[in-house]
């Protein structure tokens, strides 16, 4: 008897064991799981899917992956029994690697809502992907040092305004001015560090190389949706070494050093006033203001294009685009899949959600249920608004979305920290590129 | 009892942990077998390609590299671990004060965690090289022996405190007849305390060897591959290639079979080698 006890409890031990992860699959409390890509907003988030709570009392999870690790804890979640039901890709690529779970939301509601029909991620006509927030980037510049260098009785150009800076020629001049000034100036160089160290060079590698290669696919009528943008030839190579060359000679730190600085690093010279520029998007304003003794002032922070020395750059504007595209998991239960997007469109359409993506979560919602009044009150998103309003430039749309593989930008960011060393020639570092996007593209 | 009635039992004693063994080691590994022949994003979309994903991983020279480097790396740190933490452990057993000190202080690395040694080791070469105006990505060679010198602070106390006891457990009589024969130091050295503490060695060498080849947070942290994936071992190699492209999920899983397979025979052919020499004394 004894015996037949012990075997019994031992099973019963087992099984409730077993049992603890069941109970979730209920079909009257549907439950939306989100993972969340910016860790910055984490907590934002948190309010929000509270007050959703409340209101429709359906239980939405947001969870968040740690900073550059979105495609591995999404690739690890996605295999398991709480796979979340929204999602991000990052554009094409993105969604080339989880097609298998990108539910068609041409019929979404949402959809109906989204400005620029164009922006969408699609593949044979159906929708994918539908982008969410519209982010831009470009040089930020600190209004009151280049005031102050305005000012200065014994600069060599001539120069009054951030205004008649409408090229790279110009930008050149007044960066390498502003450096001979920089004791003058308080400052300890013009940029701040380009951070190089691997993990941190994503504003090299992705965002500065979207401007050749925007150009290359502009200049040769290249269709993006098509398999040509499988081979660059990186014809704008040069300007892209401008520009590059421009940011580490005239910066607060010595291009040997580069390698192990890292984004926030630059971040905080800049807002600490040690340096005049700083190239990053306006999701850099809560990090700029977050840090303590940032002396930069809010109605004196502003962004300059990224001019390369191309023909014609008077008239280019911000790099404005977006590489956040909402997906919804197909093989989550109906019910699941309907509560995600009835969440999604709540966020997005209803005032309390378009209260908090404007004014919480600094969204520039690229959707019409906003008014021309619900914008961000934070200066770099303001910003972005007006340049890209403006109608006599043009917008650089974010190409980068189209770069072969997180491994072509890493191979990139490592070559590019050889040149700033010296242990690499810049034809080496061209040559590299054009070979690992093609073997890289290869791959899809 | 007998040993009828002791077998009854047996379900009950190796149950739990046959269903352990087998849900947490055999599935998974025959699932990762089965990956490493397929295309997959995650293990519920696998489409079975056979051995294109082994094709593609022994052409991929980065994969190569990385398993040189892995190599190099491997053999420079078992080495060097193991003679200092040998001998060290002779200084640390002659009964000098502060014995137990200095043996807590040595073992001390070993309980931070790989990531933060990584970055702390990463603050202190890039503040050394920085006299030179250089940091530590600026060469393949200073990241390997940037990962030599990480590697030996950390596993150094370890191997230790094995060693220690190892030599704790030579019975003084030994020493002491040796003495009385007239052995030189050095004698006692090779002759008696060599062969006695030869178990501890097979320990310590076959730690150091798996968890030097297996390395990853530390060389993560500390280069990351800098420059240009030169100083990227073979665990970080598979990282890269697993989330790094696009549908290259398979191939990471071929380089990672291939890499269990190359650990599991290494620390064979060693266990024994030292095996061997253990049975002859």
């Excluded at chain 2, 040189?68 to 193991?82: A, D, G």
Aim: glycine share 6%; aromatic share 12%.
């Amino acid at each position: 008897m004894k015996k037949l006890t012990a075997l019994i409890m031992s099973c019963i031990m087992l099984f409730s064991l077993a049992g603890c992860n069941k109970g979730a699959g209920d079909d009257k409390n549907v439950t939306v799981r989100f993972l969340n890509f910016k860790p910055e907003i984490a907590s934002v988030y948190n309010e929000i899917v509270q007050a959703y709570k409340e209101e429709t009392g359906v239980t939405v999870i947001v969870d968040t992956a740690a900073n550059n690790t979105y495609e591995s804890t999404l690739a690890a979640r996605m295999g398991t029994s709480e796979a979340p039901t929204i999602f991000q890709i990052n554009g094409p690529r993105g969604y080339a690697n989880w097609s298998d779970y990108c539910k068609d939301l041409t019929d979404s509601k949402l959809y109906s809502h989204l400005n620029d029909k164009s922006m969408a991620v699609t593949k044979d006509g159906k929708v994918f992907g539908i982008p969410y927030l519209i982010e831009g980037y470009g040089i930020i510049y600190n209004e009151e040092l280049t005031d102050k260098y305005f000012a200065l009785s014994d600069k060599n150009t001539d120069f009054m305004s951030m205004d008649e800076i409408n090229n790279f020629e110009k930008l050149s001049q007044l960066v390498t001015d502003m450096q001979k000034n920089k004791d003058k100036l308080g400052i300890n160089g013009v940029f701040a560090a380009t951070s190089l160290k691997s993990g941190e060079d994503w504003r090299w590698q992705t965002h500065l190389a979207n401007l050749p290669i925007y150009y290359e696919f502009k200049n040769n009528d290249i269709d993006l949706s098509s398999d040509a943008t499988k081979e660059i030839k990186f014809e704008y190579a040069e300007n892209y070494k401008n520009i590059f060359d421009l940011y580490i000679n005239n910066s607060t730190t010595d291009p040997k050093l580069l390698g192990s600085k890292i984004g926030d690093e630059s971040m905080a010279e800049f807002a600490l006033g040690q340096c005049a520029m700083v190239q990053n998007g306006n999701w850099a304003w809560s990090q700029i203001s977050g840090i303590s003794g940032n002396v930069v002032k809010e109605d004196k922070i502003k962004f300059l294009p990224i001019y390369t020395g191309v023909e014609g750059e008077e008239k280019q504007g911000l790099c404005i685009g977006t590489e956040n595209f909402m997906c919804i998991n197909s093989k989550a239960s109906e019910a699941e899949q309907k509560a995600a997007e009835d969440f999604m469109y709540w966020l997005f359409t209803s005032d309390k959600g378009k209260d908090y993506v404007t004014n919480k979560l600094d969204f520039i919602a690229p959707f019409d249920s906003f008014t021309d009044e619900e914008i961000p009150t934070d200066p770099l998103a303001r910003e972005v608004i007006e340049w890209s309003k403006r109608a006599d430039v043009e917008s650089v749309p974010w190409n980068f979305t189209l770069f072969p593989s997180q491994t072509f930008k890493n191979d990139f960011g490592a070559a590019l920290l050889q040149y700033a060393q010296g242990t690499k020639t810049w034809s080496e570092v061209v040559t590299l590129v054009t070979e690992e996007w093609k073997t890289e593209s290869a791959k899809l | 009892m007998n040993n009828r009635k002791l077998k009854k039992y047996s379900p009950i004693f190796l149950g739990p942990m046959l269903i352990a063994f087998t849900a947490v080691f055999i599935v998974p590994f025959a699932m990762g077998l089965y990956l490493s022949l397929c295309k997959f994003t995650t293990v519920d979309n696998a489409v079975f390609t056979g051995f294109e994903n082994f094709k593609a991983a022994f052409t991929d020279q980065n994969f190569l590299n990385a398993l040189w480097f892995t190599v190099k790396f491997t053999v420079v740190s078992v080495v060097t671990v193991n003679v200092i933490a040998f001998f060290l452990a002779l200084l640390l057993t002659r009964g000098m004060r502060g014995s137990n000190l200095f043996r807590t202080v040595f073992f001390m690395p070993n309980l931070i965690g790989g990531i933060v040694l990584g970055y702390i080791w990463n603050l202190i070469l890039n503040g050394v090289l920085g006299t030179m105006g250089v940091d530590i990505t600026y060469s393949a060679s200073y990241g390997f022996w940037g990962l030599v010198i990480l590697m030996n602070w950390q596993m150094i106390g370890y191997m230790m405190v094995i060693y220690i006891a190892g030599i704790q457990s030579i019975p003084g009589s030994l020493i002491e007849a040796a003495h009385i024969d007239g052995a030189s130091g050095f004698q006692t050295l090779k002759s008696i305390i060599m062969p006695m503490i030869m178990p501890s060695v097979t320990i310590c060498t076959f730690l150091t060897l798996s968890n030097s080849f297996k390395l990853f947070d530390q060389n993560l942290a500390l280069t990351n591959g800098a420059p240009n994936r030169e100083t990227a071992m073979m665990a970080l190699d598979i990282y890269n290639t697993f989330y790094g492209s696009v549908g290259q999920q398979g191939v990471g899983q071929a380089k990672a079979v291939i890499f269990a397979v190359i650990v599991a025979l290494i620390a064979w052919i060693q266990l024994k080698i030292t095996r061997s020499r253990e049975e002859q004394m």
